[in-house]
C-alpha cells in the first residue's frame, strides 16, 4: 500500500538494550517525505530512545536504517546531520551567552584561509533562514535573551542550514505558550511544503489533530500500528494505540485491610517563583490510610514529583497548604522534619538523589537514620553492621557482603538499598517515586511484593509512577495529575487504561 | 593479583615516602639523622594542621584559599593582644591578656573567619573558590590593617615554648598537630558529623533528601578550617616570636598539595586524614632533601610541581570513572 518513493527514512528490527533492560524491541518506522509523523506513546514506551538513535547520539543498536533506500549508519550526531537528520532536543542544546549566529554556525563556522571568521556572510545566511521560517529575529541576538519558543526556532534554523531533510521534534510543545504553538504549527506546515519530513513527539493528543499527518504508535519498545488515515482518527483511537497491550507477567497484589487515616493533605499548592506558569501544584487534597496504597499518575510535567517533594519539605518557602499526620496538625519545613515525623521519600533518581555510590551498603542504609547506629556519641560499627545486615535479608540485596559499594549493585539492588535506608527510619508513611524505573521485570515484580507487604505492615504508601499497567496493579486508588491539579480519581473497580489516560490528557 | 595490585595502590603514598627517604640516605648523609628528623616534623606541622581543615573542606567538594591570610591575621590577633593587649580610650578602659587568654582570642578570630566563608558559601551560595579568594584579601588586609605592616615582635617567653619547647623529648609544635590529626581522624571515622561530611561530599543531594543539614556541616567545616589555621598561626608566631604581616602567604598552595598528593578527590567524598598526612610528609621530605643536595630553589619548585601533577596522574589512573 505504501508507496516506496514516498518513504524517506526507514527503521528495519531496531532493538536497543541498556544494560538487562531492552527499551526497544525490533521495532519498525517509516517516515514519509513531505508529512508530519506522529509518534504517540506513553511514558517509556521508548519514544526518546528511538529518536536518539535515528539522529545518531545512541551509535549501538540492532537492527537497520534506510535513508532513501539505502542503508546508513551514524557514529554520531554530526553524522546523522551531515545525512540530512536534524533533532531538535526536549532540552535545547544552544549556548545562552553566543548570539544567534553563533549558535547556528556553531563548528561550522565560515571563515578565510587565515582563520579570520567571515561574519557578515554568516550574518547573512543566518538573516535569510530567519526569513524562510517566517521570523524577525535580529541575528545578533544572545540566546539567553530569548524565549524558549524563539530557542526552538534558532534550532530549526540550525537544522536547516545543514539541508535537513527530516527534523526531529521532541515534545517541543511542552515549554512554550500558546501563541508561540500556534507560530511552531505555521513553521512547520512552511517546512512540509519545502518537503521537509517531521518526526514529531508529543503527549498533547489534542494538538496532534492540527498537525499530524499520520500516526505511529509504539507501546513498550514495539511499534504497535499506525494510523494513516487522520481524517476519520478521534482522540479514542490514539489512546487505544497507545495503551492496548497484551498482558504479561501478570502481578496480583494481595488483598490489605486499610486502618485509620495517617496522612492527609489539604491544599497543597506549589507556587513557581518567576515563570508564567504561576503555580505547579494546585490545591491537591487527599487522605491516606494505614496499609493503603495511593497511585499518583500523571504525564510528564504533570507535577507528580513536585507534590512528593513539596509534602517532605523540600519546597517549604514556596509551598501552602495543610499537612496532617496521625490526626495531629504537622510543621514539615525540612527533610528532617519529614523523617522526624514518619515521612519517607525514595526519590526517582536513585543515583543523582538515592544513593552515595562510592560509599558501601552499610553507610548508604544508616544514612537517614544516623543516630540510632551511634553510641555513647560515636559511630557504632557493630550497629551500623547489623542494621544493614537486616534489611540485606529482609529485603533479599543480592551482594556477598554489606561492605560493598553501592555502585557496584545491579538497579534493582540499588532500590531496594534505597528503600532500607528509608524503612531504617521506620516511618508510618513512604513516598515511592517511580520505584522500578530502570529495572528489569523481575526486580520490578520484587519491588512490587515489598511495597504489598510493607502495606501489610500498616505503612501508608504513596507510589508515584509513569507507567499505566504497573500503578493499575499495585494500587488501592489512584489519582491522577493533570495541569498542576487532580484531574480525576480511580478506585479498584472503575480504573481503566483508557479512564486513566483520558484523564491525564485533559 | 588484583589484591597485590589494590594493596599496592592503597599503600602508595607510603611505598613513595618509603622510597624518598631510602633515595635521600644513599645520596646525602646528613639526611637520616634524628636532627633532621625533627627539623622536617617541626617544618611540616603547620602544614598538617592547615591541610587537615582542608581536607575536611574538600572532601565536602569545596576549597579554602583563605587558610594563609587567616593563619595570619590569628597569629597577628594572639601577638597584638599579648603585647599591647586591648585599649578603648573612648572609655577609658585597658584589657590585658595571659598567654592562655591570647591564644583563645586567636582560636576564635580564625574560627570566625571560617564562619563568614561557610556562610557566604551555604546562605549566598558563592562559589567556595570565590568565597575563599576573598578571604585571601580580606584576611591579608586585616593583618597589615592590625600590625601597621611591621611585624609584632619580643612576645612572653612562656609563649615562646609552644613553637619552640620540648615536652617528653618530643618537640611541642608535633604533639600539637599529632593532637590535632588524632582528633580530625576520630571525627571523620567515628561521628556522625564525619559521616556526613563524606555523604555531601560523595552525593549533595542524597545528603539532603536523607534530612542532612548540609548548609550547618559545611559552616562547622569551614570553621574548622580557620580554626586549624589560627593553630597553625599561633605555632609559627611562637616559634619566631614574632608576627611577621605577611606570614603564611601561599600555605594555600601547598596545604592543598599535600590533600591531593595524600589521594583524597577534589570532586569530594572520598579521601582521609591519613592521606593527606602523608602528603604532607612528602612534601616536607622532599624540601628537605632537595636542600641538603643543595639543589637550586627555583628546580626545587619545577620538582615539587610535577610530583603533584604524578600524584593526581596516578589517582585517576586508579579511579579511572570518577568525573
Not at chain 1, 531538535?88 to 542544546?93: F, K, P, S
Not at chain 2, 579554602?64 to 594572639?78: H, K, P, T
Request: aromatic letters at 6%.
Amino acid at each position: 500500500m505504501e508507496n516506496q518513493r514516498n518513504i524517506l527514512l526507514e527503521a528495519k528490527n531496531i532493538t536497543k538494550r541498556f544494560g538487562g533492560v531492552t527499551a526497544l524491541d525490533s521495532v519498525n518506522l517509516n517516515v514519509h517525505t513531505g508529512k508530519v509523523n506522529v509518534i504517540v506513546g506513553e511514558n517509556g514506551a521508548g519514544k526518546s530512545t528511538l529518536m536518539k538513535i535515528l539522529s545518531g547520539v545512541y551509535p549501538d543498536y540492532e537492527g537497520q536504517l534506510f535513508l532513501n533506500g539505502e542503508e546508513v549508519s551514524f557514529g554520531n550526531p554530526k553524522d546523522a546531520m551531515k545525512k540530512g537528520i536534524a533533532i531538535m532536543h526536549q532540552e535545547l542544546n544552544l549556548i545562552p551567552y553566543l548570539s544567534i549566529t553563533e549558535n547556528i554556525f556553531l563548528g561550522r563556522e565560515i571563515h578565510n584561509t587565515f582563520g579570520i571568521l567571515d561574519s557578515k556572510e554568516m550574518l547573512k545566511q543566518t538573516k535569510s533562514l530567519l526569513e524562510r521560517l517566517d521570523c524577525h529575529l535580529n541575528p545578533k541576538t544572545l540566546i539567553s535573551d530569548l524565549r524558549v519558543g524563539e530557542q526552538q526556532l534558532v534550532e530549526i534554523a540550525k537544522a536547516l542550514l545543514e539541508e535537513a531533510k527530516v527534523v526531529i521534534m521532541d515534545e517541543p510543545t511542552s515549554a512554550i505558550s500558546d501563541s508561540e504553538v500556534e507560530s511552531l504549527f505555521r513553521i512547520i506546515d512552511s517546512l512540509k511544503k519545502q518537503n521537509v519530513s517531521i518526526l514529531y513527539i508529543s503527549h498533547k493528543l489534542d494538538e496532534l489533530f492540527l498537525i499530524a499527518d499520520r500516526f505511529i504508535g509504539l507501546r513498550d519498545g514495539k511499534t504497535v500500528g499506525t494510523i494513516e488515515n487522520v481524517e476519520g482518527a478521534t482522540k479514542d483511537d490514539l489512546i487505544r494505540l497507545m495503551v492496548g497491550r497484551d498482558i504479561k507477567n501478570k502481578y496480583e497484589k494481595d488483598v490489605v485491610k486499610l486502618g485509620d487515616d495517617v496522612l492527609s493533605v489539604e491544599n497543597i499548592s506549589l507556587r513557581n517563583v518567576g515563570s508564567k506558569l504561576k503555580y505547579i501544584i494546585k490545591d491537591i487534597n487527599f487522605t491516606l490510610k494505614k496499609g493503603e496504597v495511593l497511585g499518583i499518575f500523571g504525564l510528564m510535567g504533570a507535577g507528580r514529583t513536585e507534590l512528593l517533594e513539596t509534602i517532605f519539605g523540600l519546597h517549604s518557602k514556596v509551598m501552602s497548604g495543610r499537612i496532617v499526620i496521625d490526626n495531629k496538625e504537622v510543621k514539615i519545613k525540612s527533610v528532617a522534619d519529614a523523617i522526624k515525623n514518619g515521612l519517607g521519600l525514595v526519590p526517582e533518581d536513585r543515583k543523582e538523589d538515592g544513593l552515595v555510590l562510592q560509599m558501601e551498603i552499610s553507610k548508604n542504609t544508616s544514612m537517614a537514620s544516623i543516630s540510632g547506629v551511634v553510641k555513647n556519641g560515636f559511630l557504632n560499627h557493630k550497629l551500623e553492621t547489623e542494621l544493614s545486615k537486616k534489611y540485606i535479608e529482609a529485603l533479599k540485596i543480592k551482594t556477598p557482603s554489606e561492605k560493598q559499594l553501592a555502585k557496584n549493585l545491579s538497579g534493582g539492588n540499588q532500590q531496594k538499598v534505597v528503600l532500607a535506608k528509608w524503612l531504617a527510619t521506620k516511618p508510618k508513611v513512604l513516598f515511592l517515586d517511580e520505584p522500578t524505573r530502570g529495572i528489569d521485570v523481575k526486580a520490578k515484580n520484587e519491588i512490587y511484593h515489598l511495597i504489598n507487604n510493607l502495606a501489610k505492615e500498616g505503612l501508608g504508601i504513596v507510589v508515584v509512577s509513569s507507567e499505566l499497567p504497573e500503578i493499575m496493579a499495585i494500587s488501592d486508588r489512584i489519582l491522577v495529575l493533570s495541569n498542576s491539579k487532580i484531574s480525576g480519581e480511580f478506585n479498584q473497580e472503575n480504573a481503566s487504561e483508557e479512564n486513566i489516560m483520558q484523564a491525564a490528557t485533559l | 593479583m588484583t589484591d597485590v595490585k589494590s594493596t599496592l595502590v592503597k599503600f602508595q603514598s607510603i611505598i613513595a615516602l618509603l622510597v624518598l627517604c631510602i633515595v635521600l640516605t644513599i645520596l646525602s648523609d646528613k639526611f637520616f639523622t634524628l636532627e633532621n628528623g625533627w627539623n622536617i616534623a617541626r617544618q611540616i606541622s603547620i602544614n598538617v594542621c592547615i591541610s587537615v581543615g582542608m581536607t575536611l573542606v574538600i572532601l565536602t567538594k569545596g576549597i579554602d584559599l583563605s587558610v594563609g591570610s587567616m593563619l595570619a591575621f590569628s597569629g597577628a590577633i594572639v601577638a597584638g593582644l599579648l603585647k599591647f593587649g586591648l585599649e578603648f580610650p573612648s572609655i577609658n578602659t585597658f584589657v590585658g591578656f595571659t598567654v592562655f587568654g591570647a591564644i583563645l582570642a586567636g582560636l576564635v578570630v580564625g574560627g570566625g573567619l571560617g564562619v563568614f566563608n561557610g556562610w557566604m558559601i551555604t546562605k549566598f551560595k558563592v562559589p567556595p573558590f570565590v568565597a575563599t579568594l576573598a578571604m585571601l584579601t580580606i584576611a591579608r588586609g586585616a593583618t597589615m590593617l592590625w600590625t601597621g605592616g611591621f611585624p609584632i615582635t619580643g612576645l612572653d617567653d612562656s609563649f615562646a615554648f609552644i613553637g619552640t619547647g620540648w615536652f617528653l623529648g618530643i618537640p611541642m609544635p608535633v604533639w600539637i598537630t599529632a593532637i590535632v590529626v588524632v582528633l580530625a581522624i576520630i571525627l571523620t571515622k567515628k561521628t556522625k558529623f564525619g559521616r556526613h561530611i563524606y555523604a555531601i561530599g560523595g552525593n549533595e543531594s542524597a545528603a539532603r533528601l536523607s534530612g542532612i543539614n548540609i548548609n550547618k556541616v559545611k559552616i562547622w567545616v569551614y570553621a574548622i578550617a580557620g580554626i586549624l589555621s589560627a593553630v597553625g598561626g599561633i605555632i609559627l608566631t611562637s616559634r619566631l616570636d614574632s608576627a611577621q604581616p605577611n606570614a603564611g602567604m601561599s600555605y594555600e598552595l601547598d596545604s592543598i598539595a599535600a590533600v591531593v598528593i595524600g589521594g583524597t578527590s577534589l570532586s569530594g567524598g572520598r579521601g582521609s586524614i591519613m592521606g593527606t598526612v602523608q602528603g604532607a610528609l612528602i612534601i616536607g621530605v622532599l624540601n628537605s632533601g632537595l636542600v641538603l643536595l643543595n639543589v637550586s630553589p627555583f628546580w626545587q619548585q619545577i620538582i615539587k610541581g610535577f610530583v603533584i601533577l604524578i600524584a593526581v596522574i596516578m589517582d585517576r589512573l586508579n579511579h579511572p570513572n570518577e568525573n
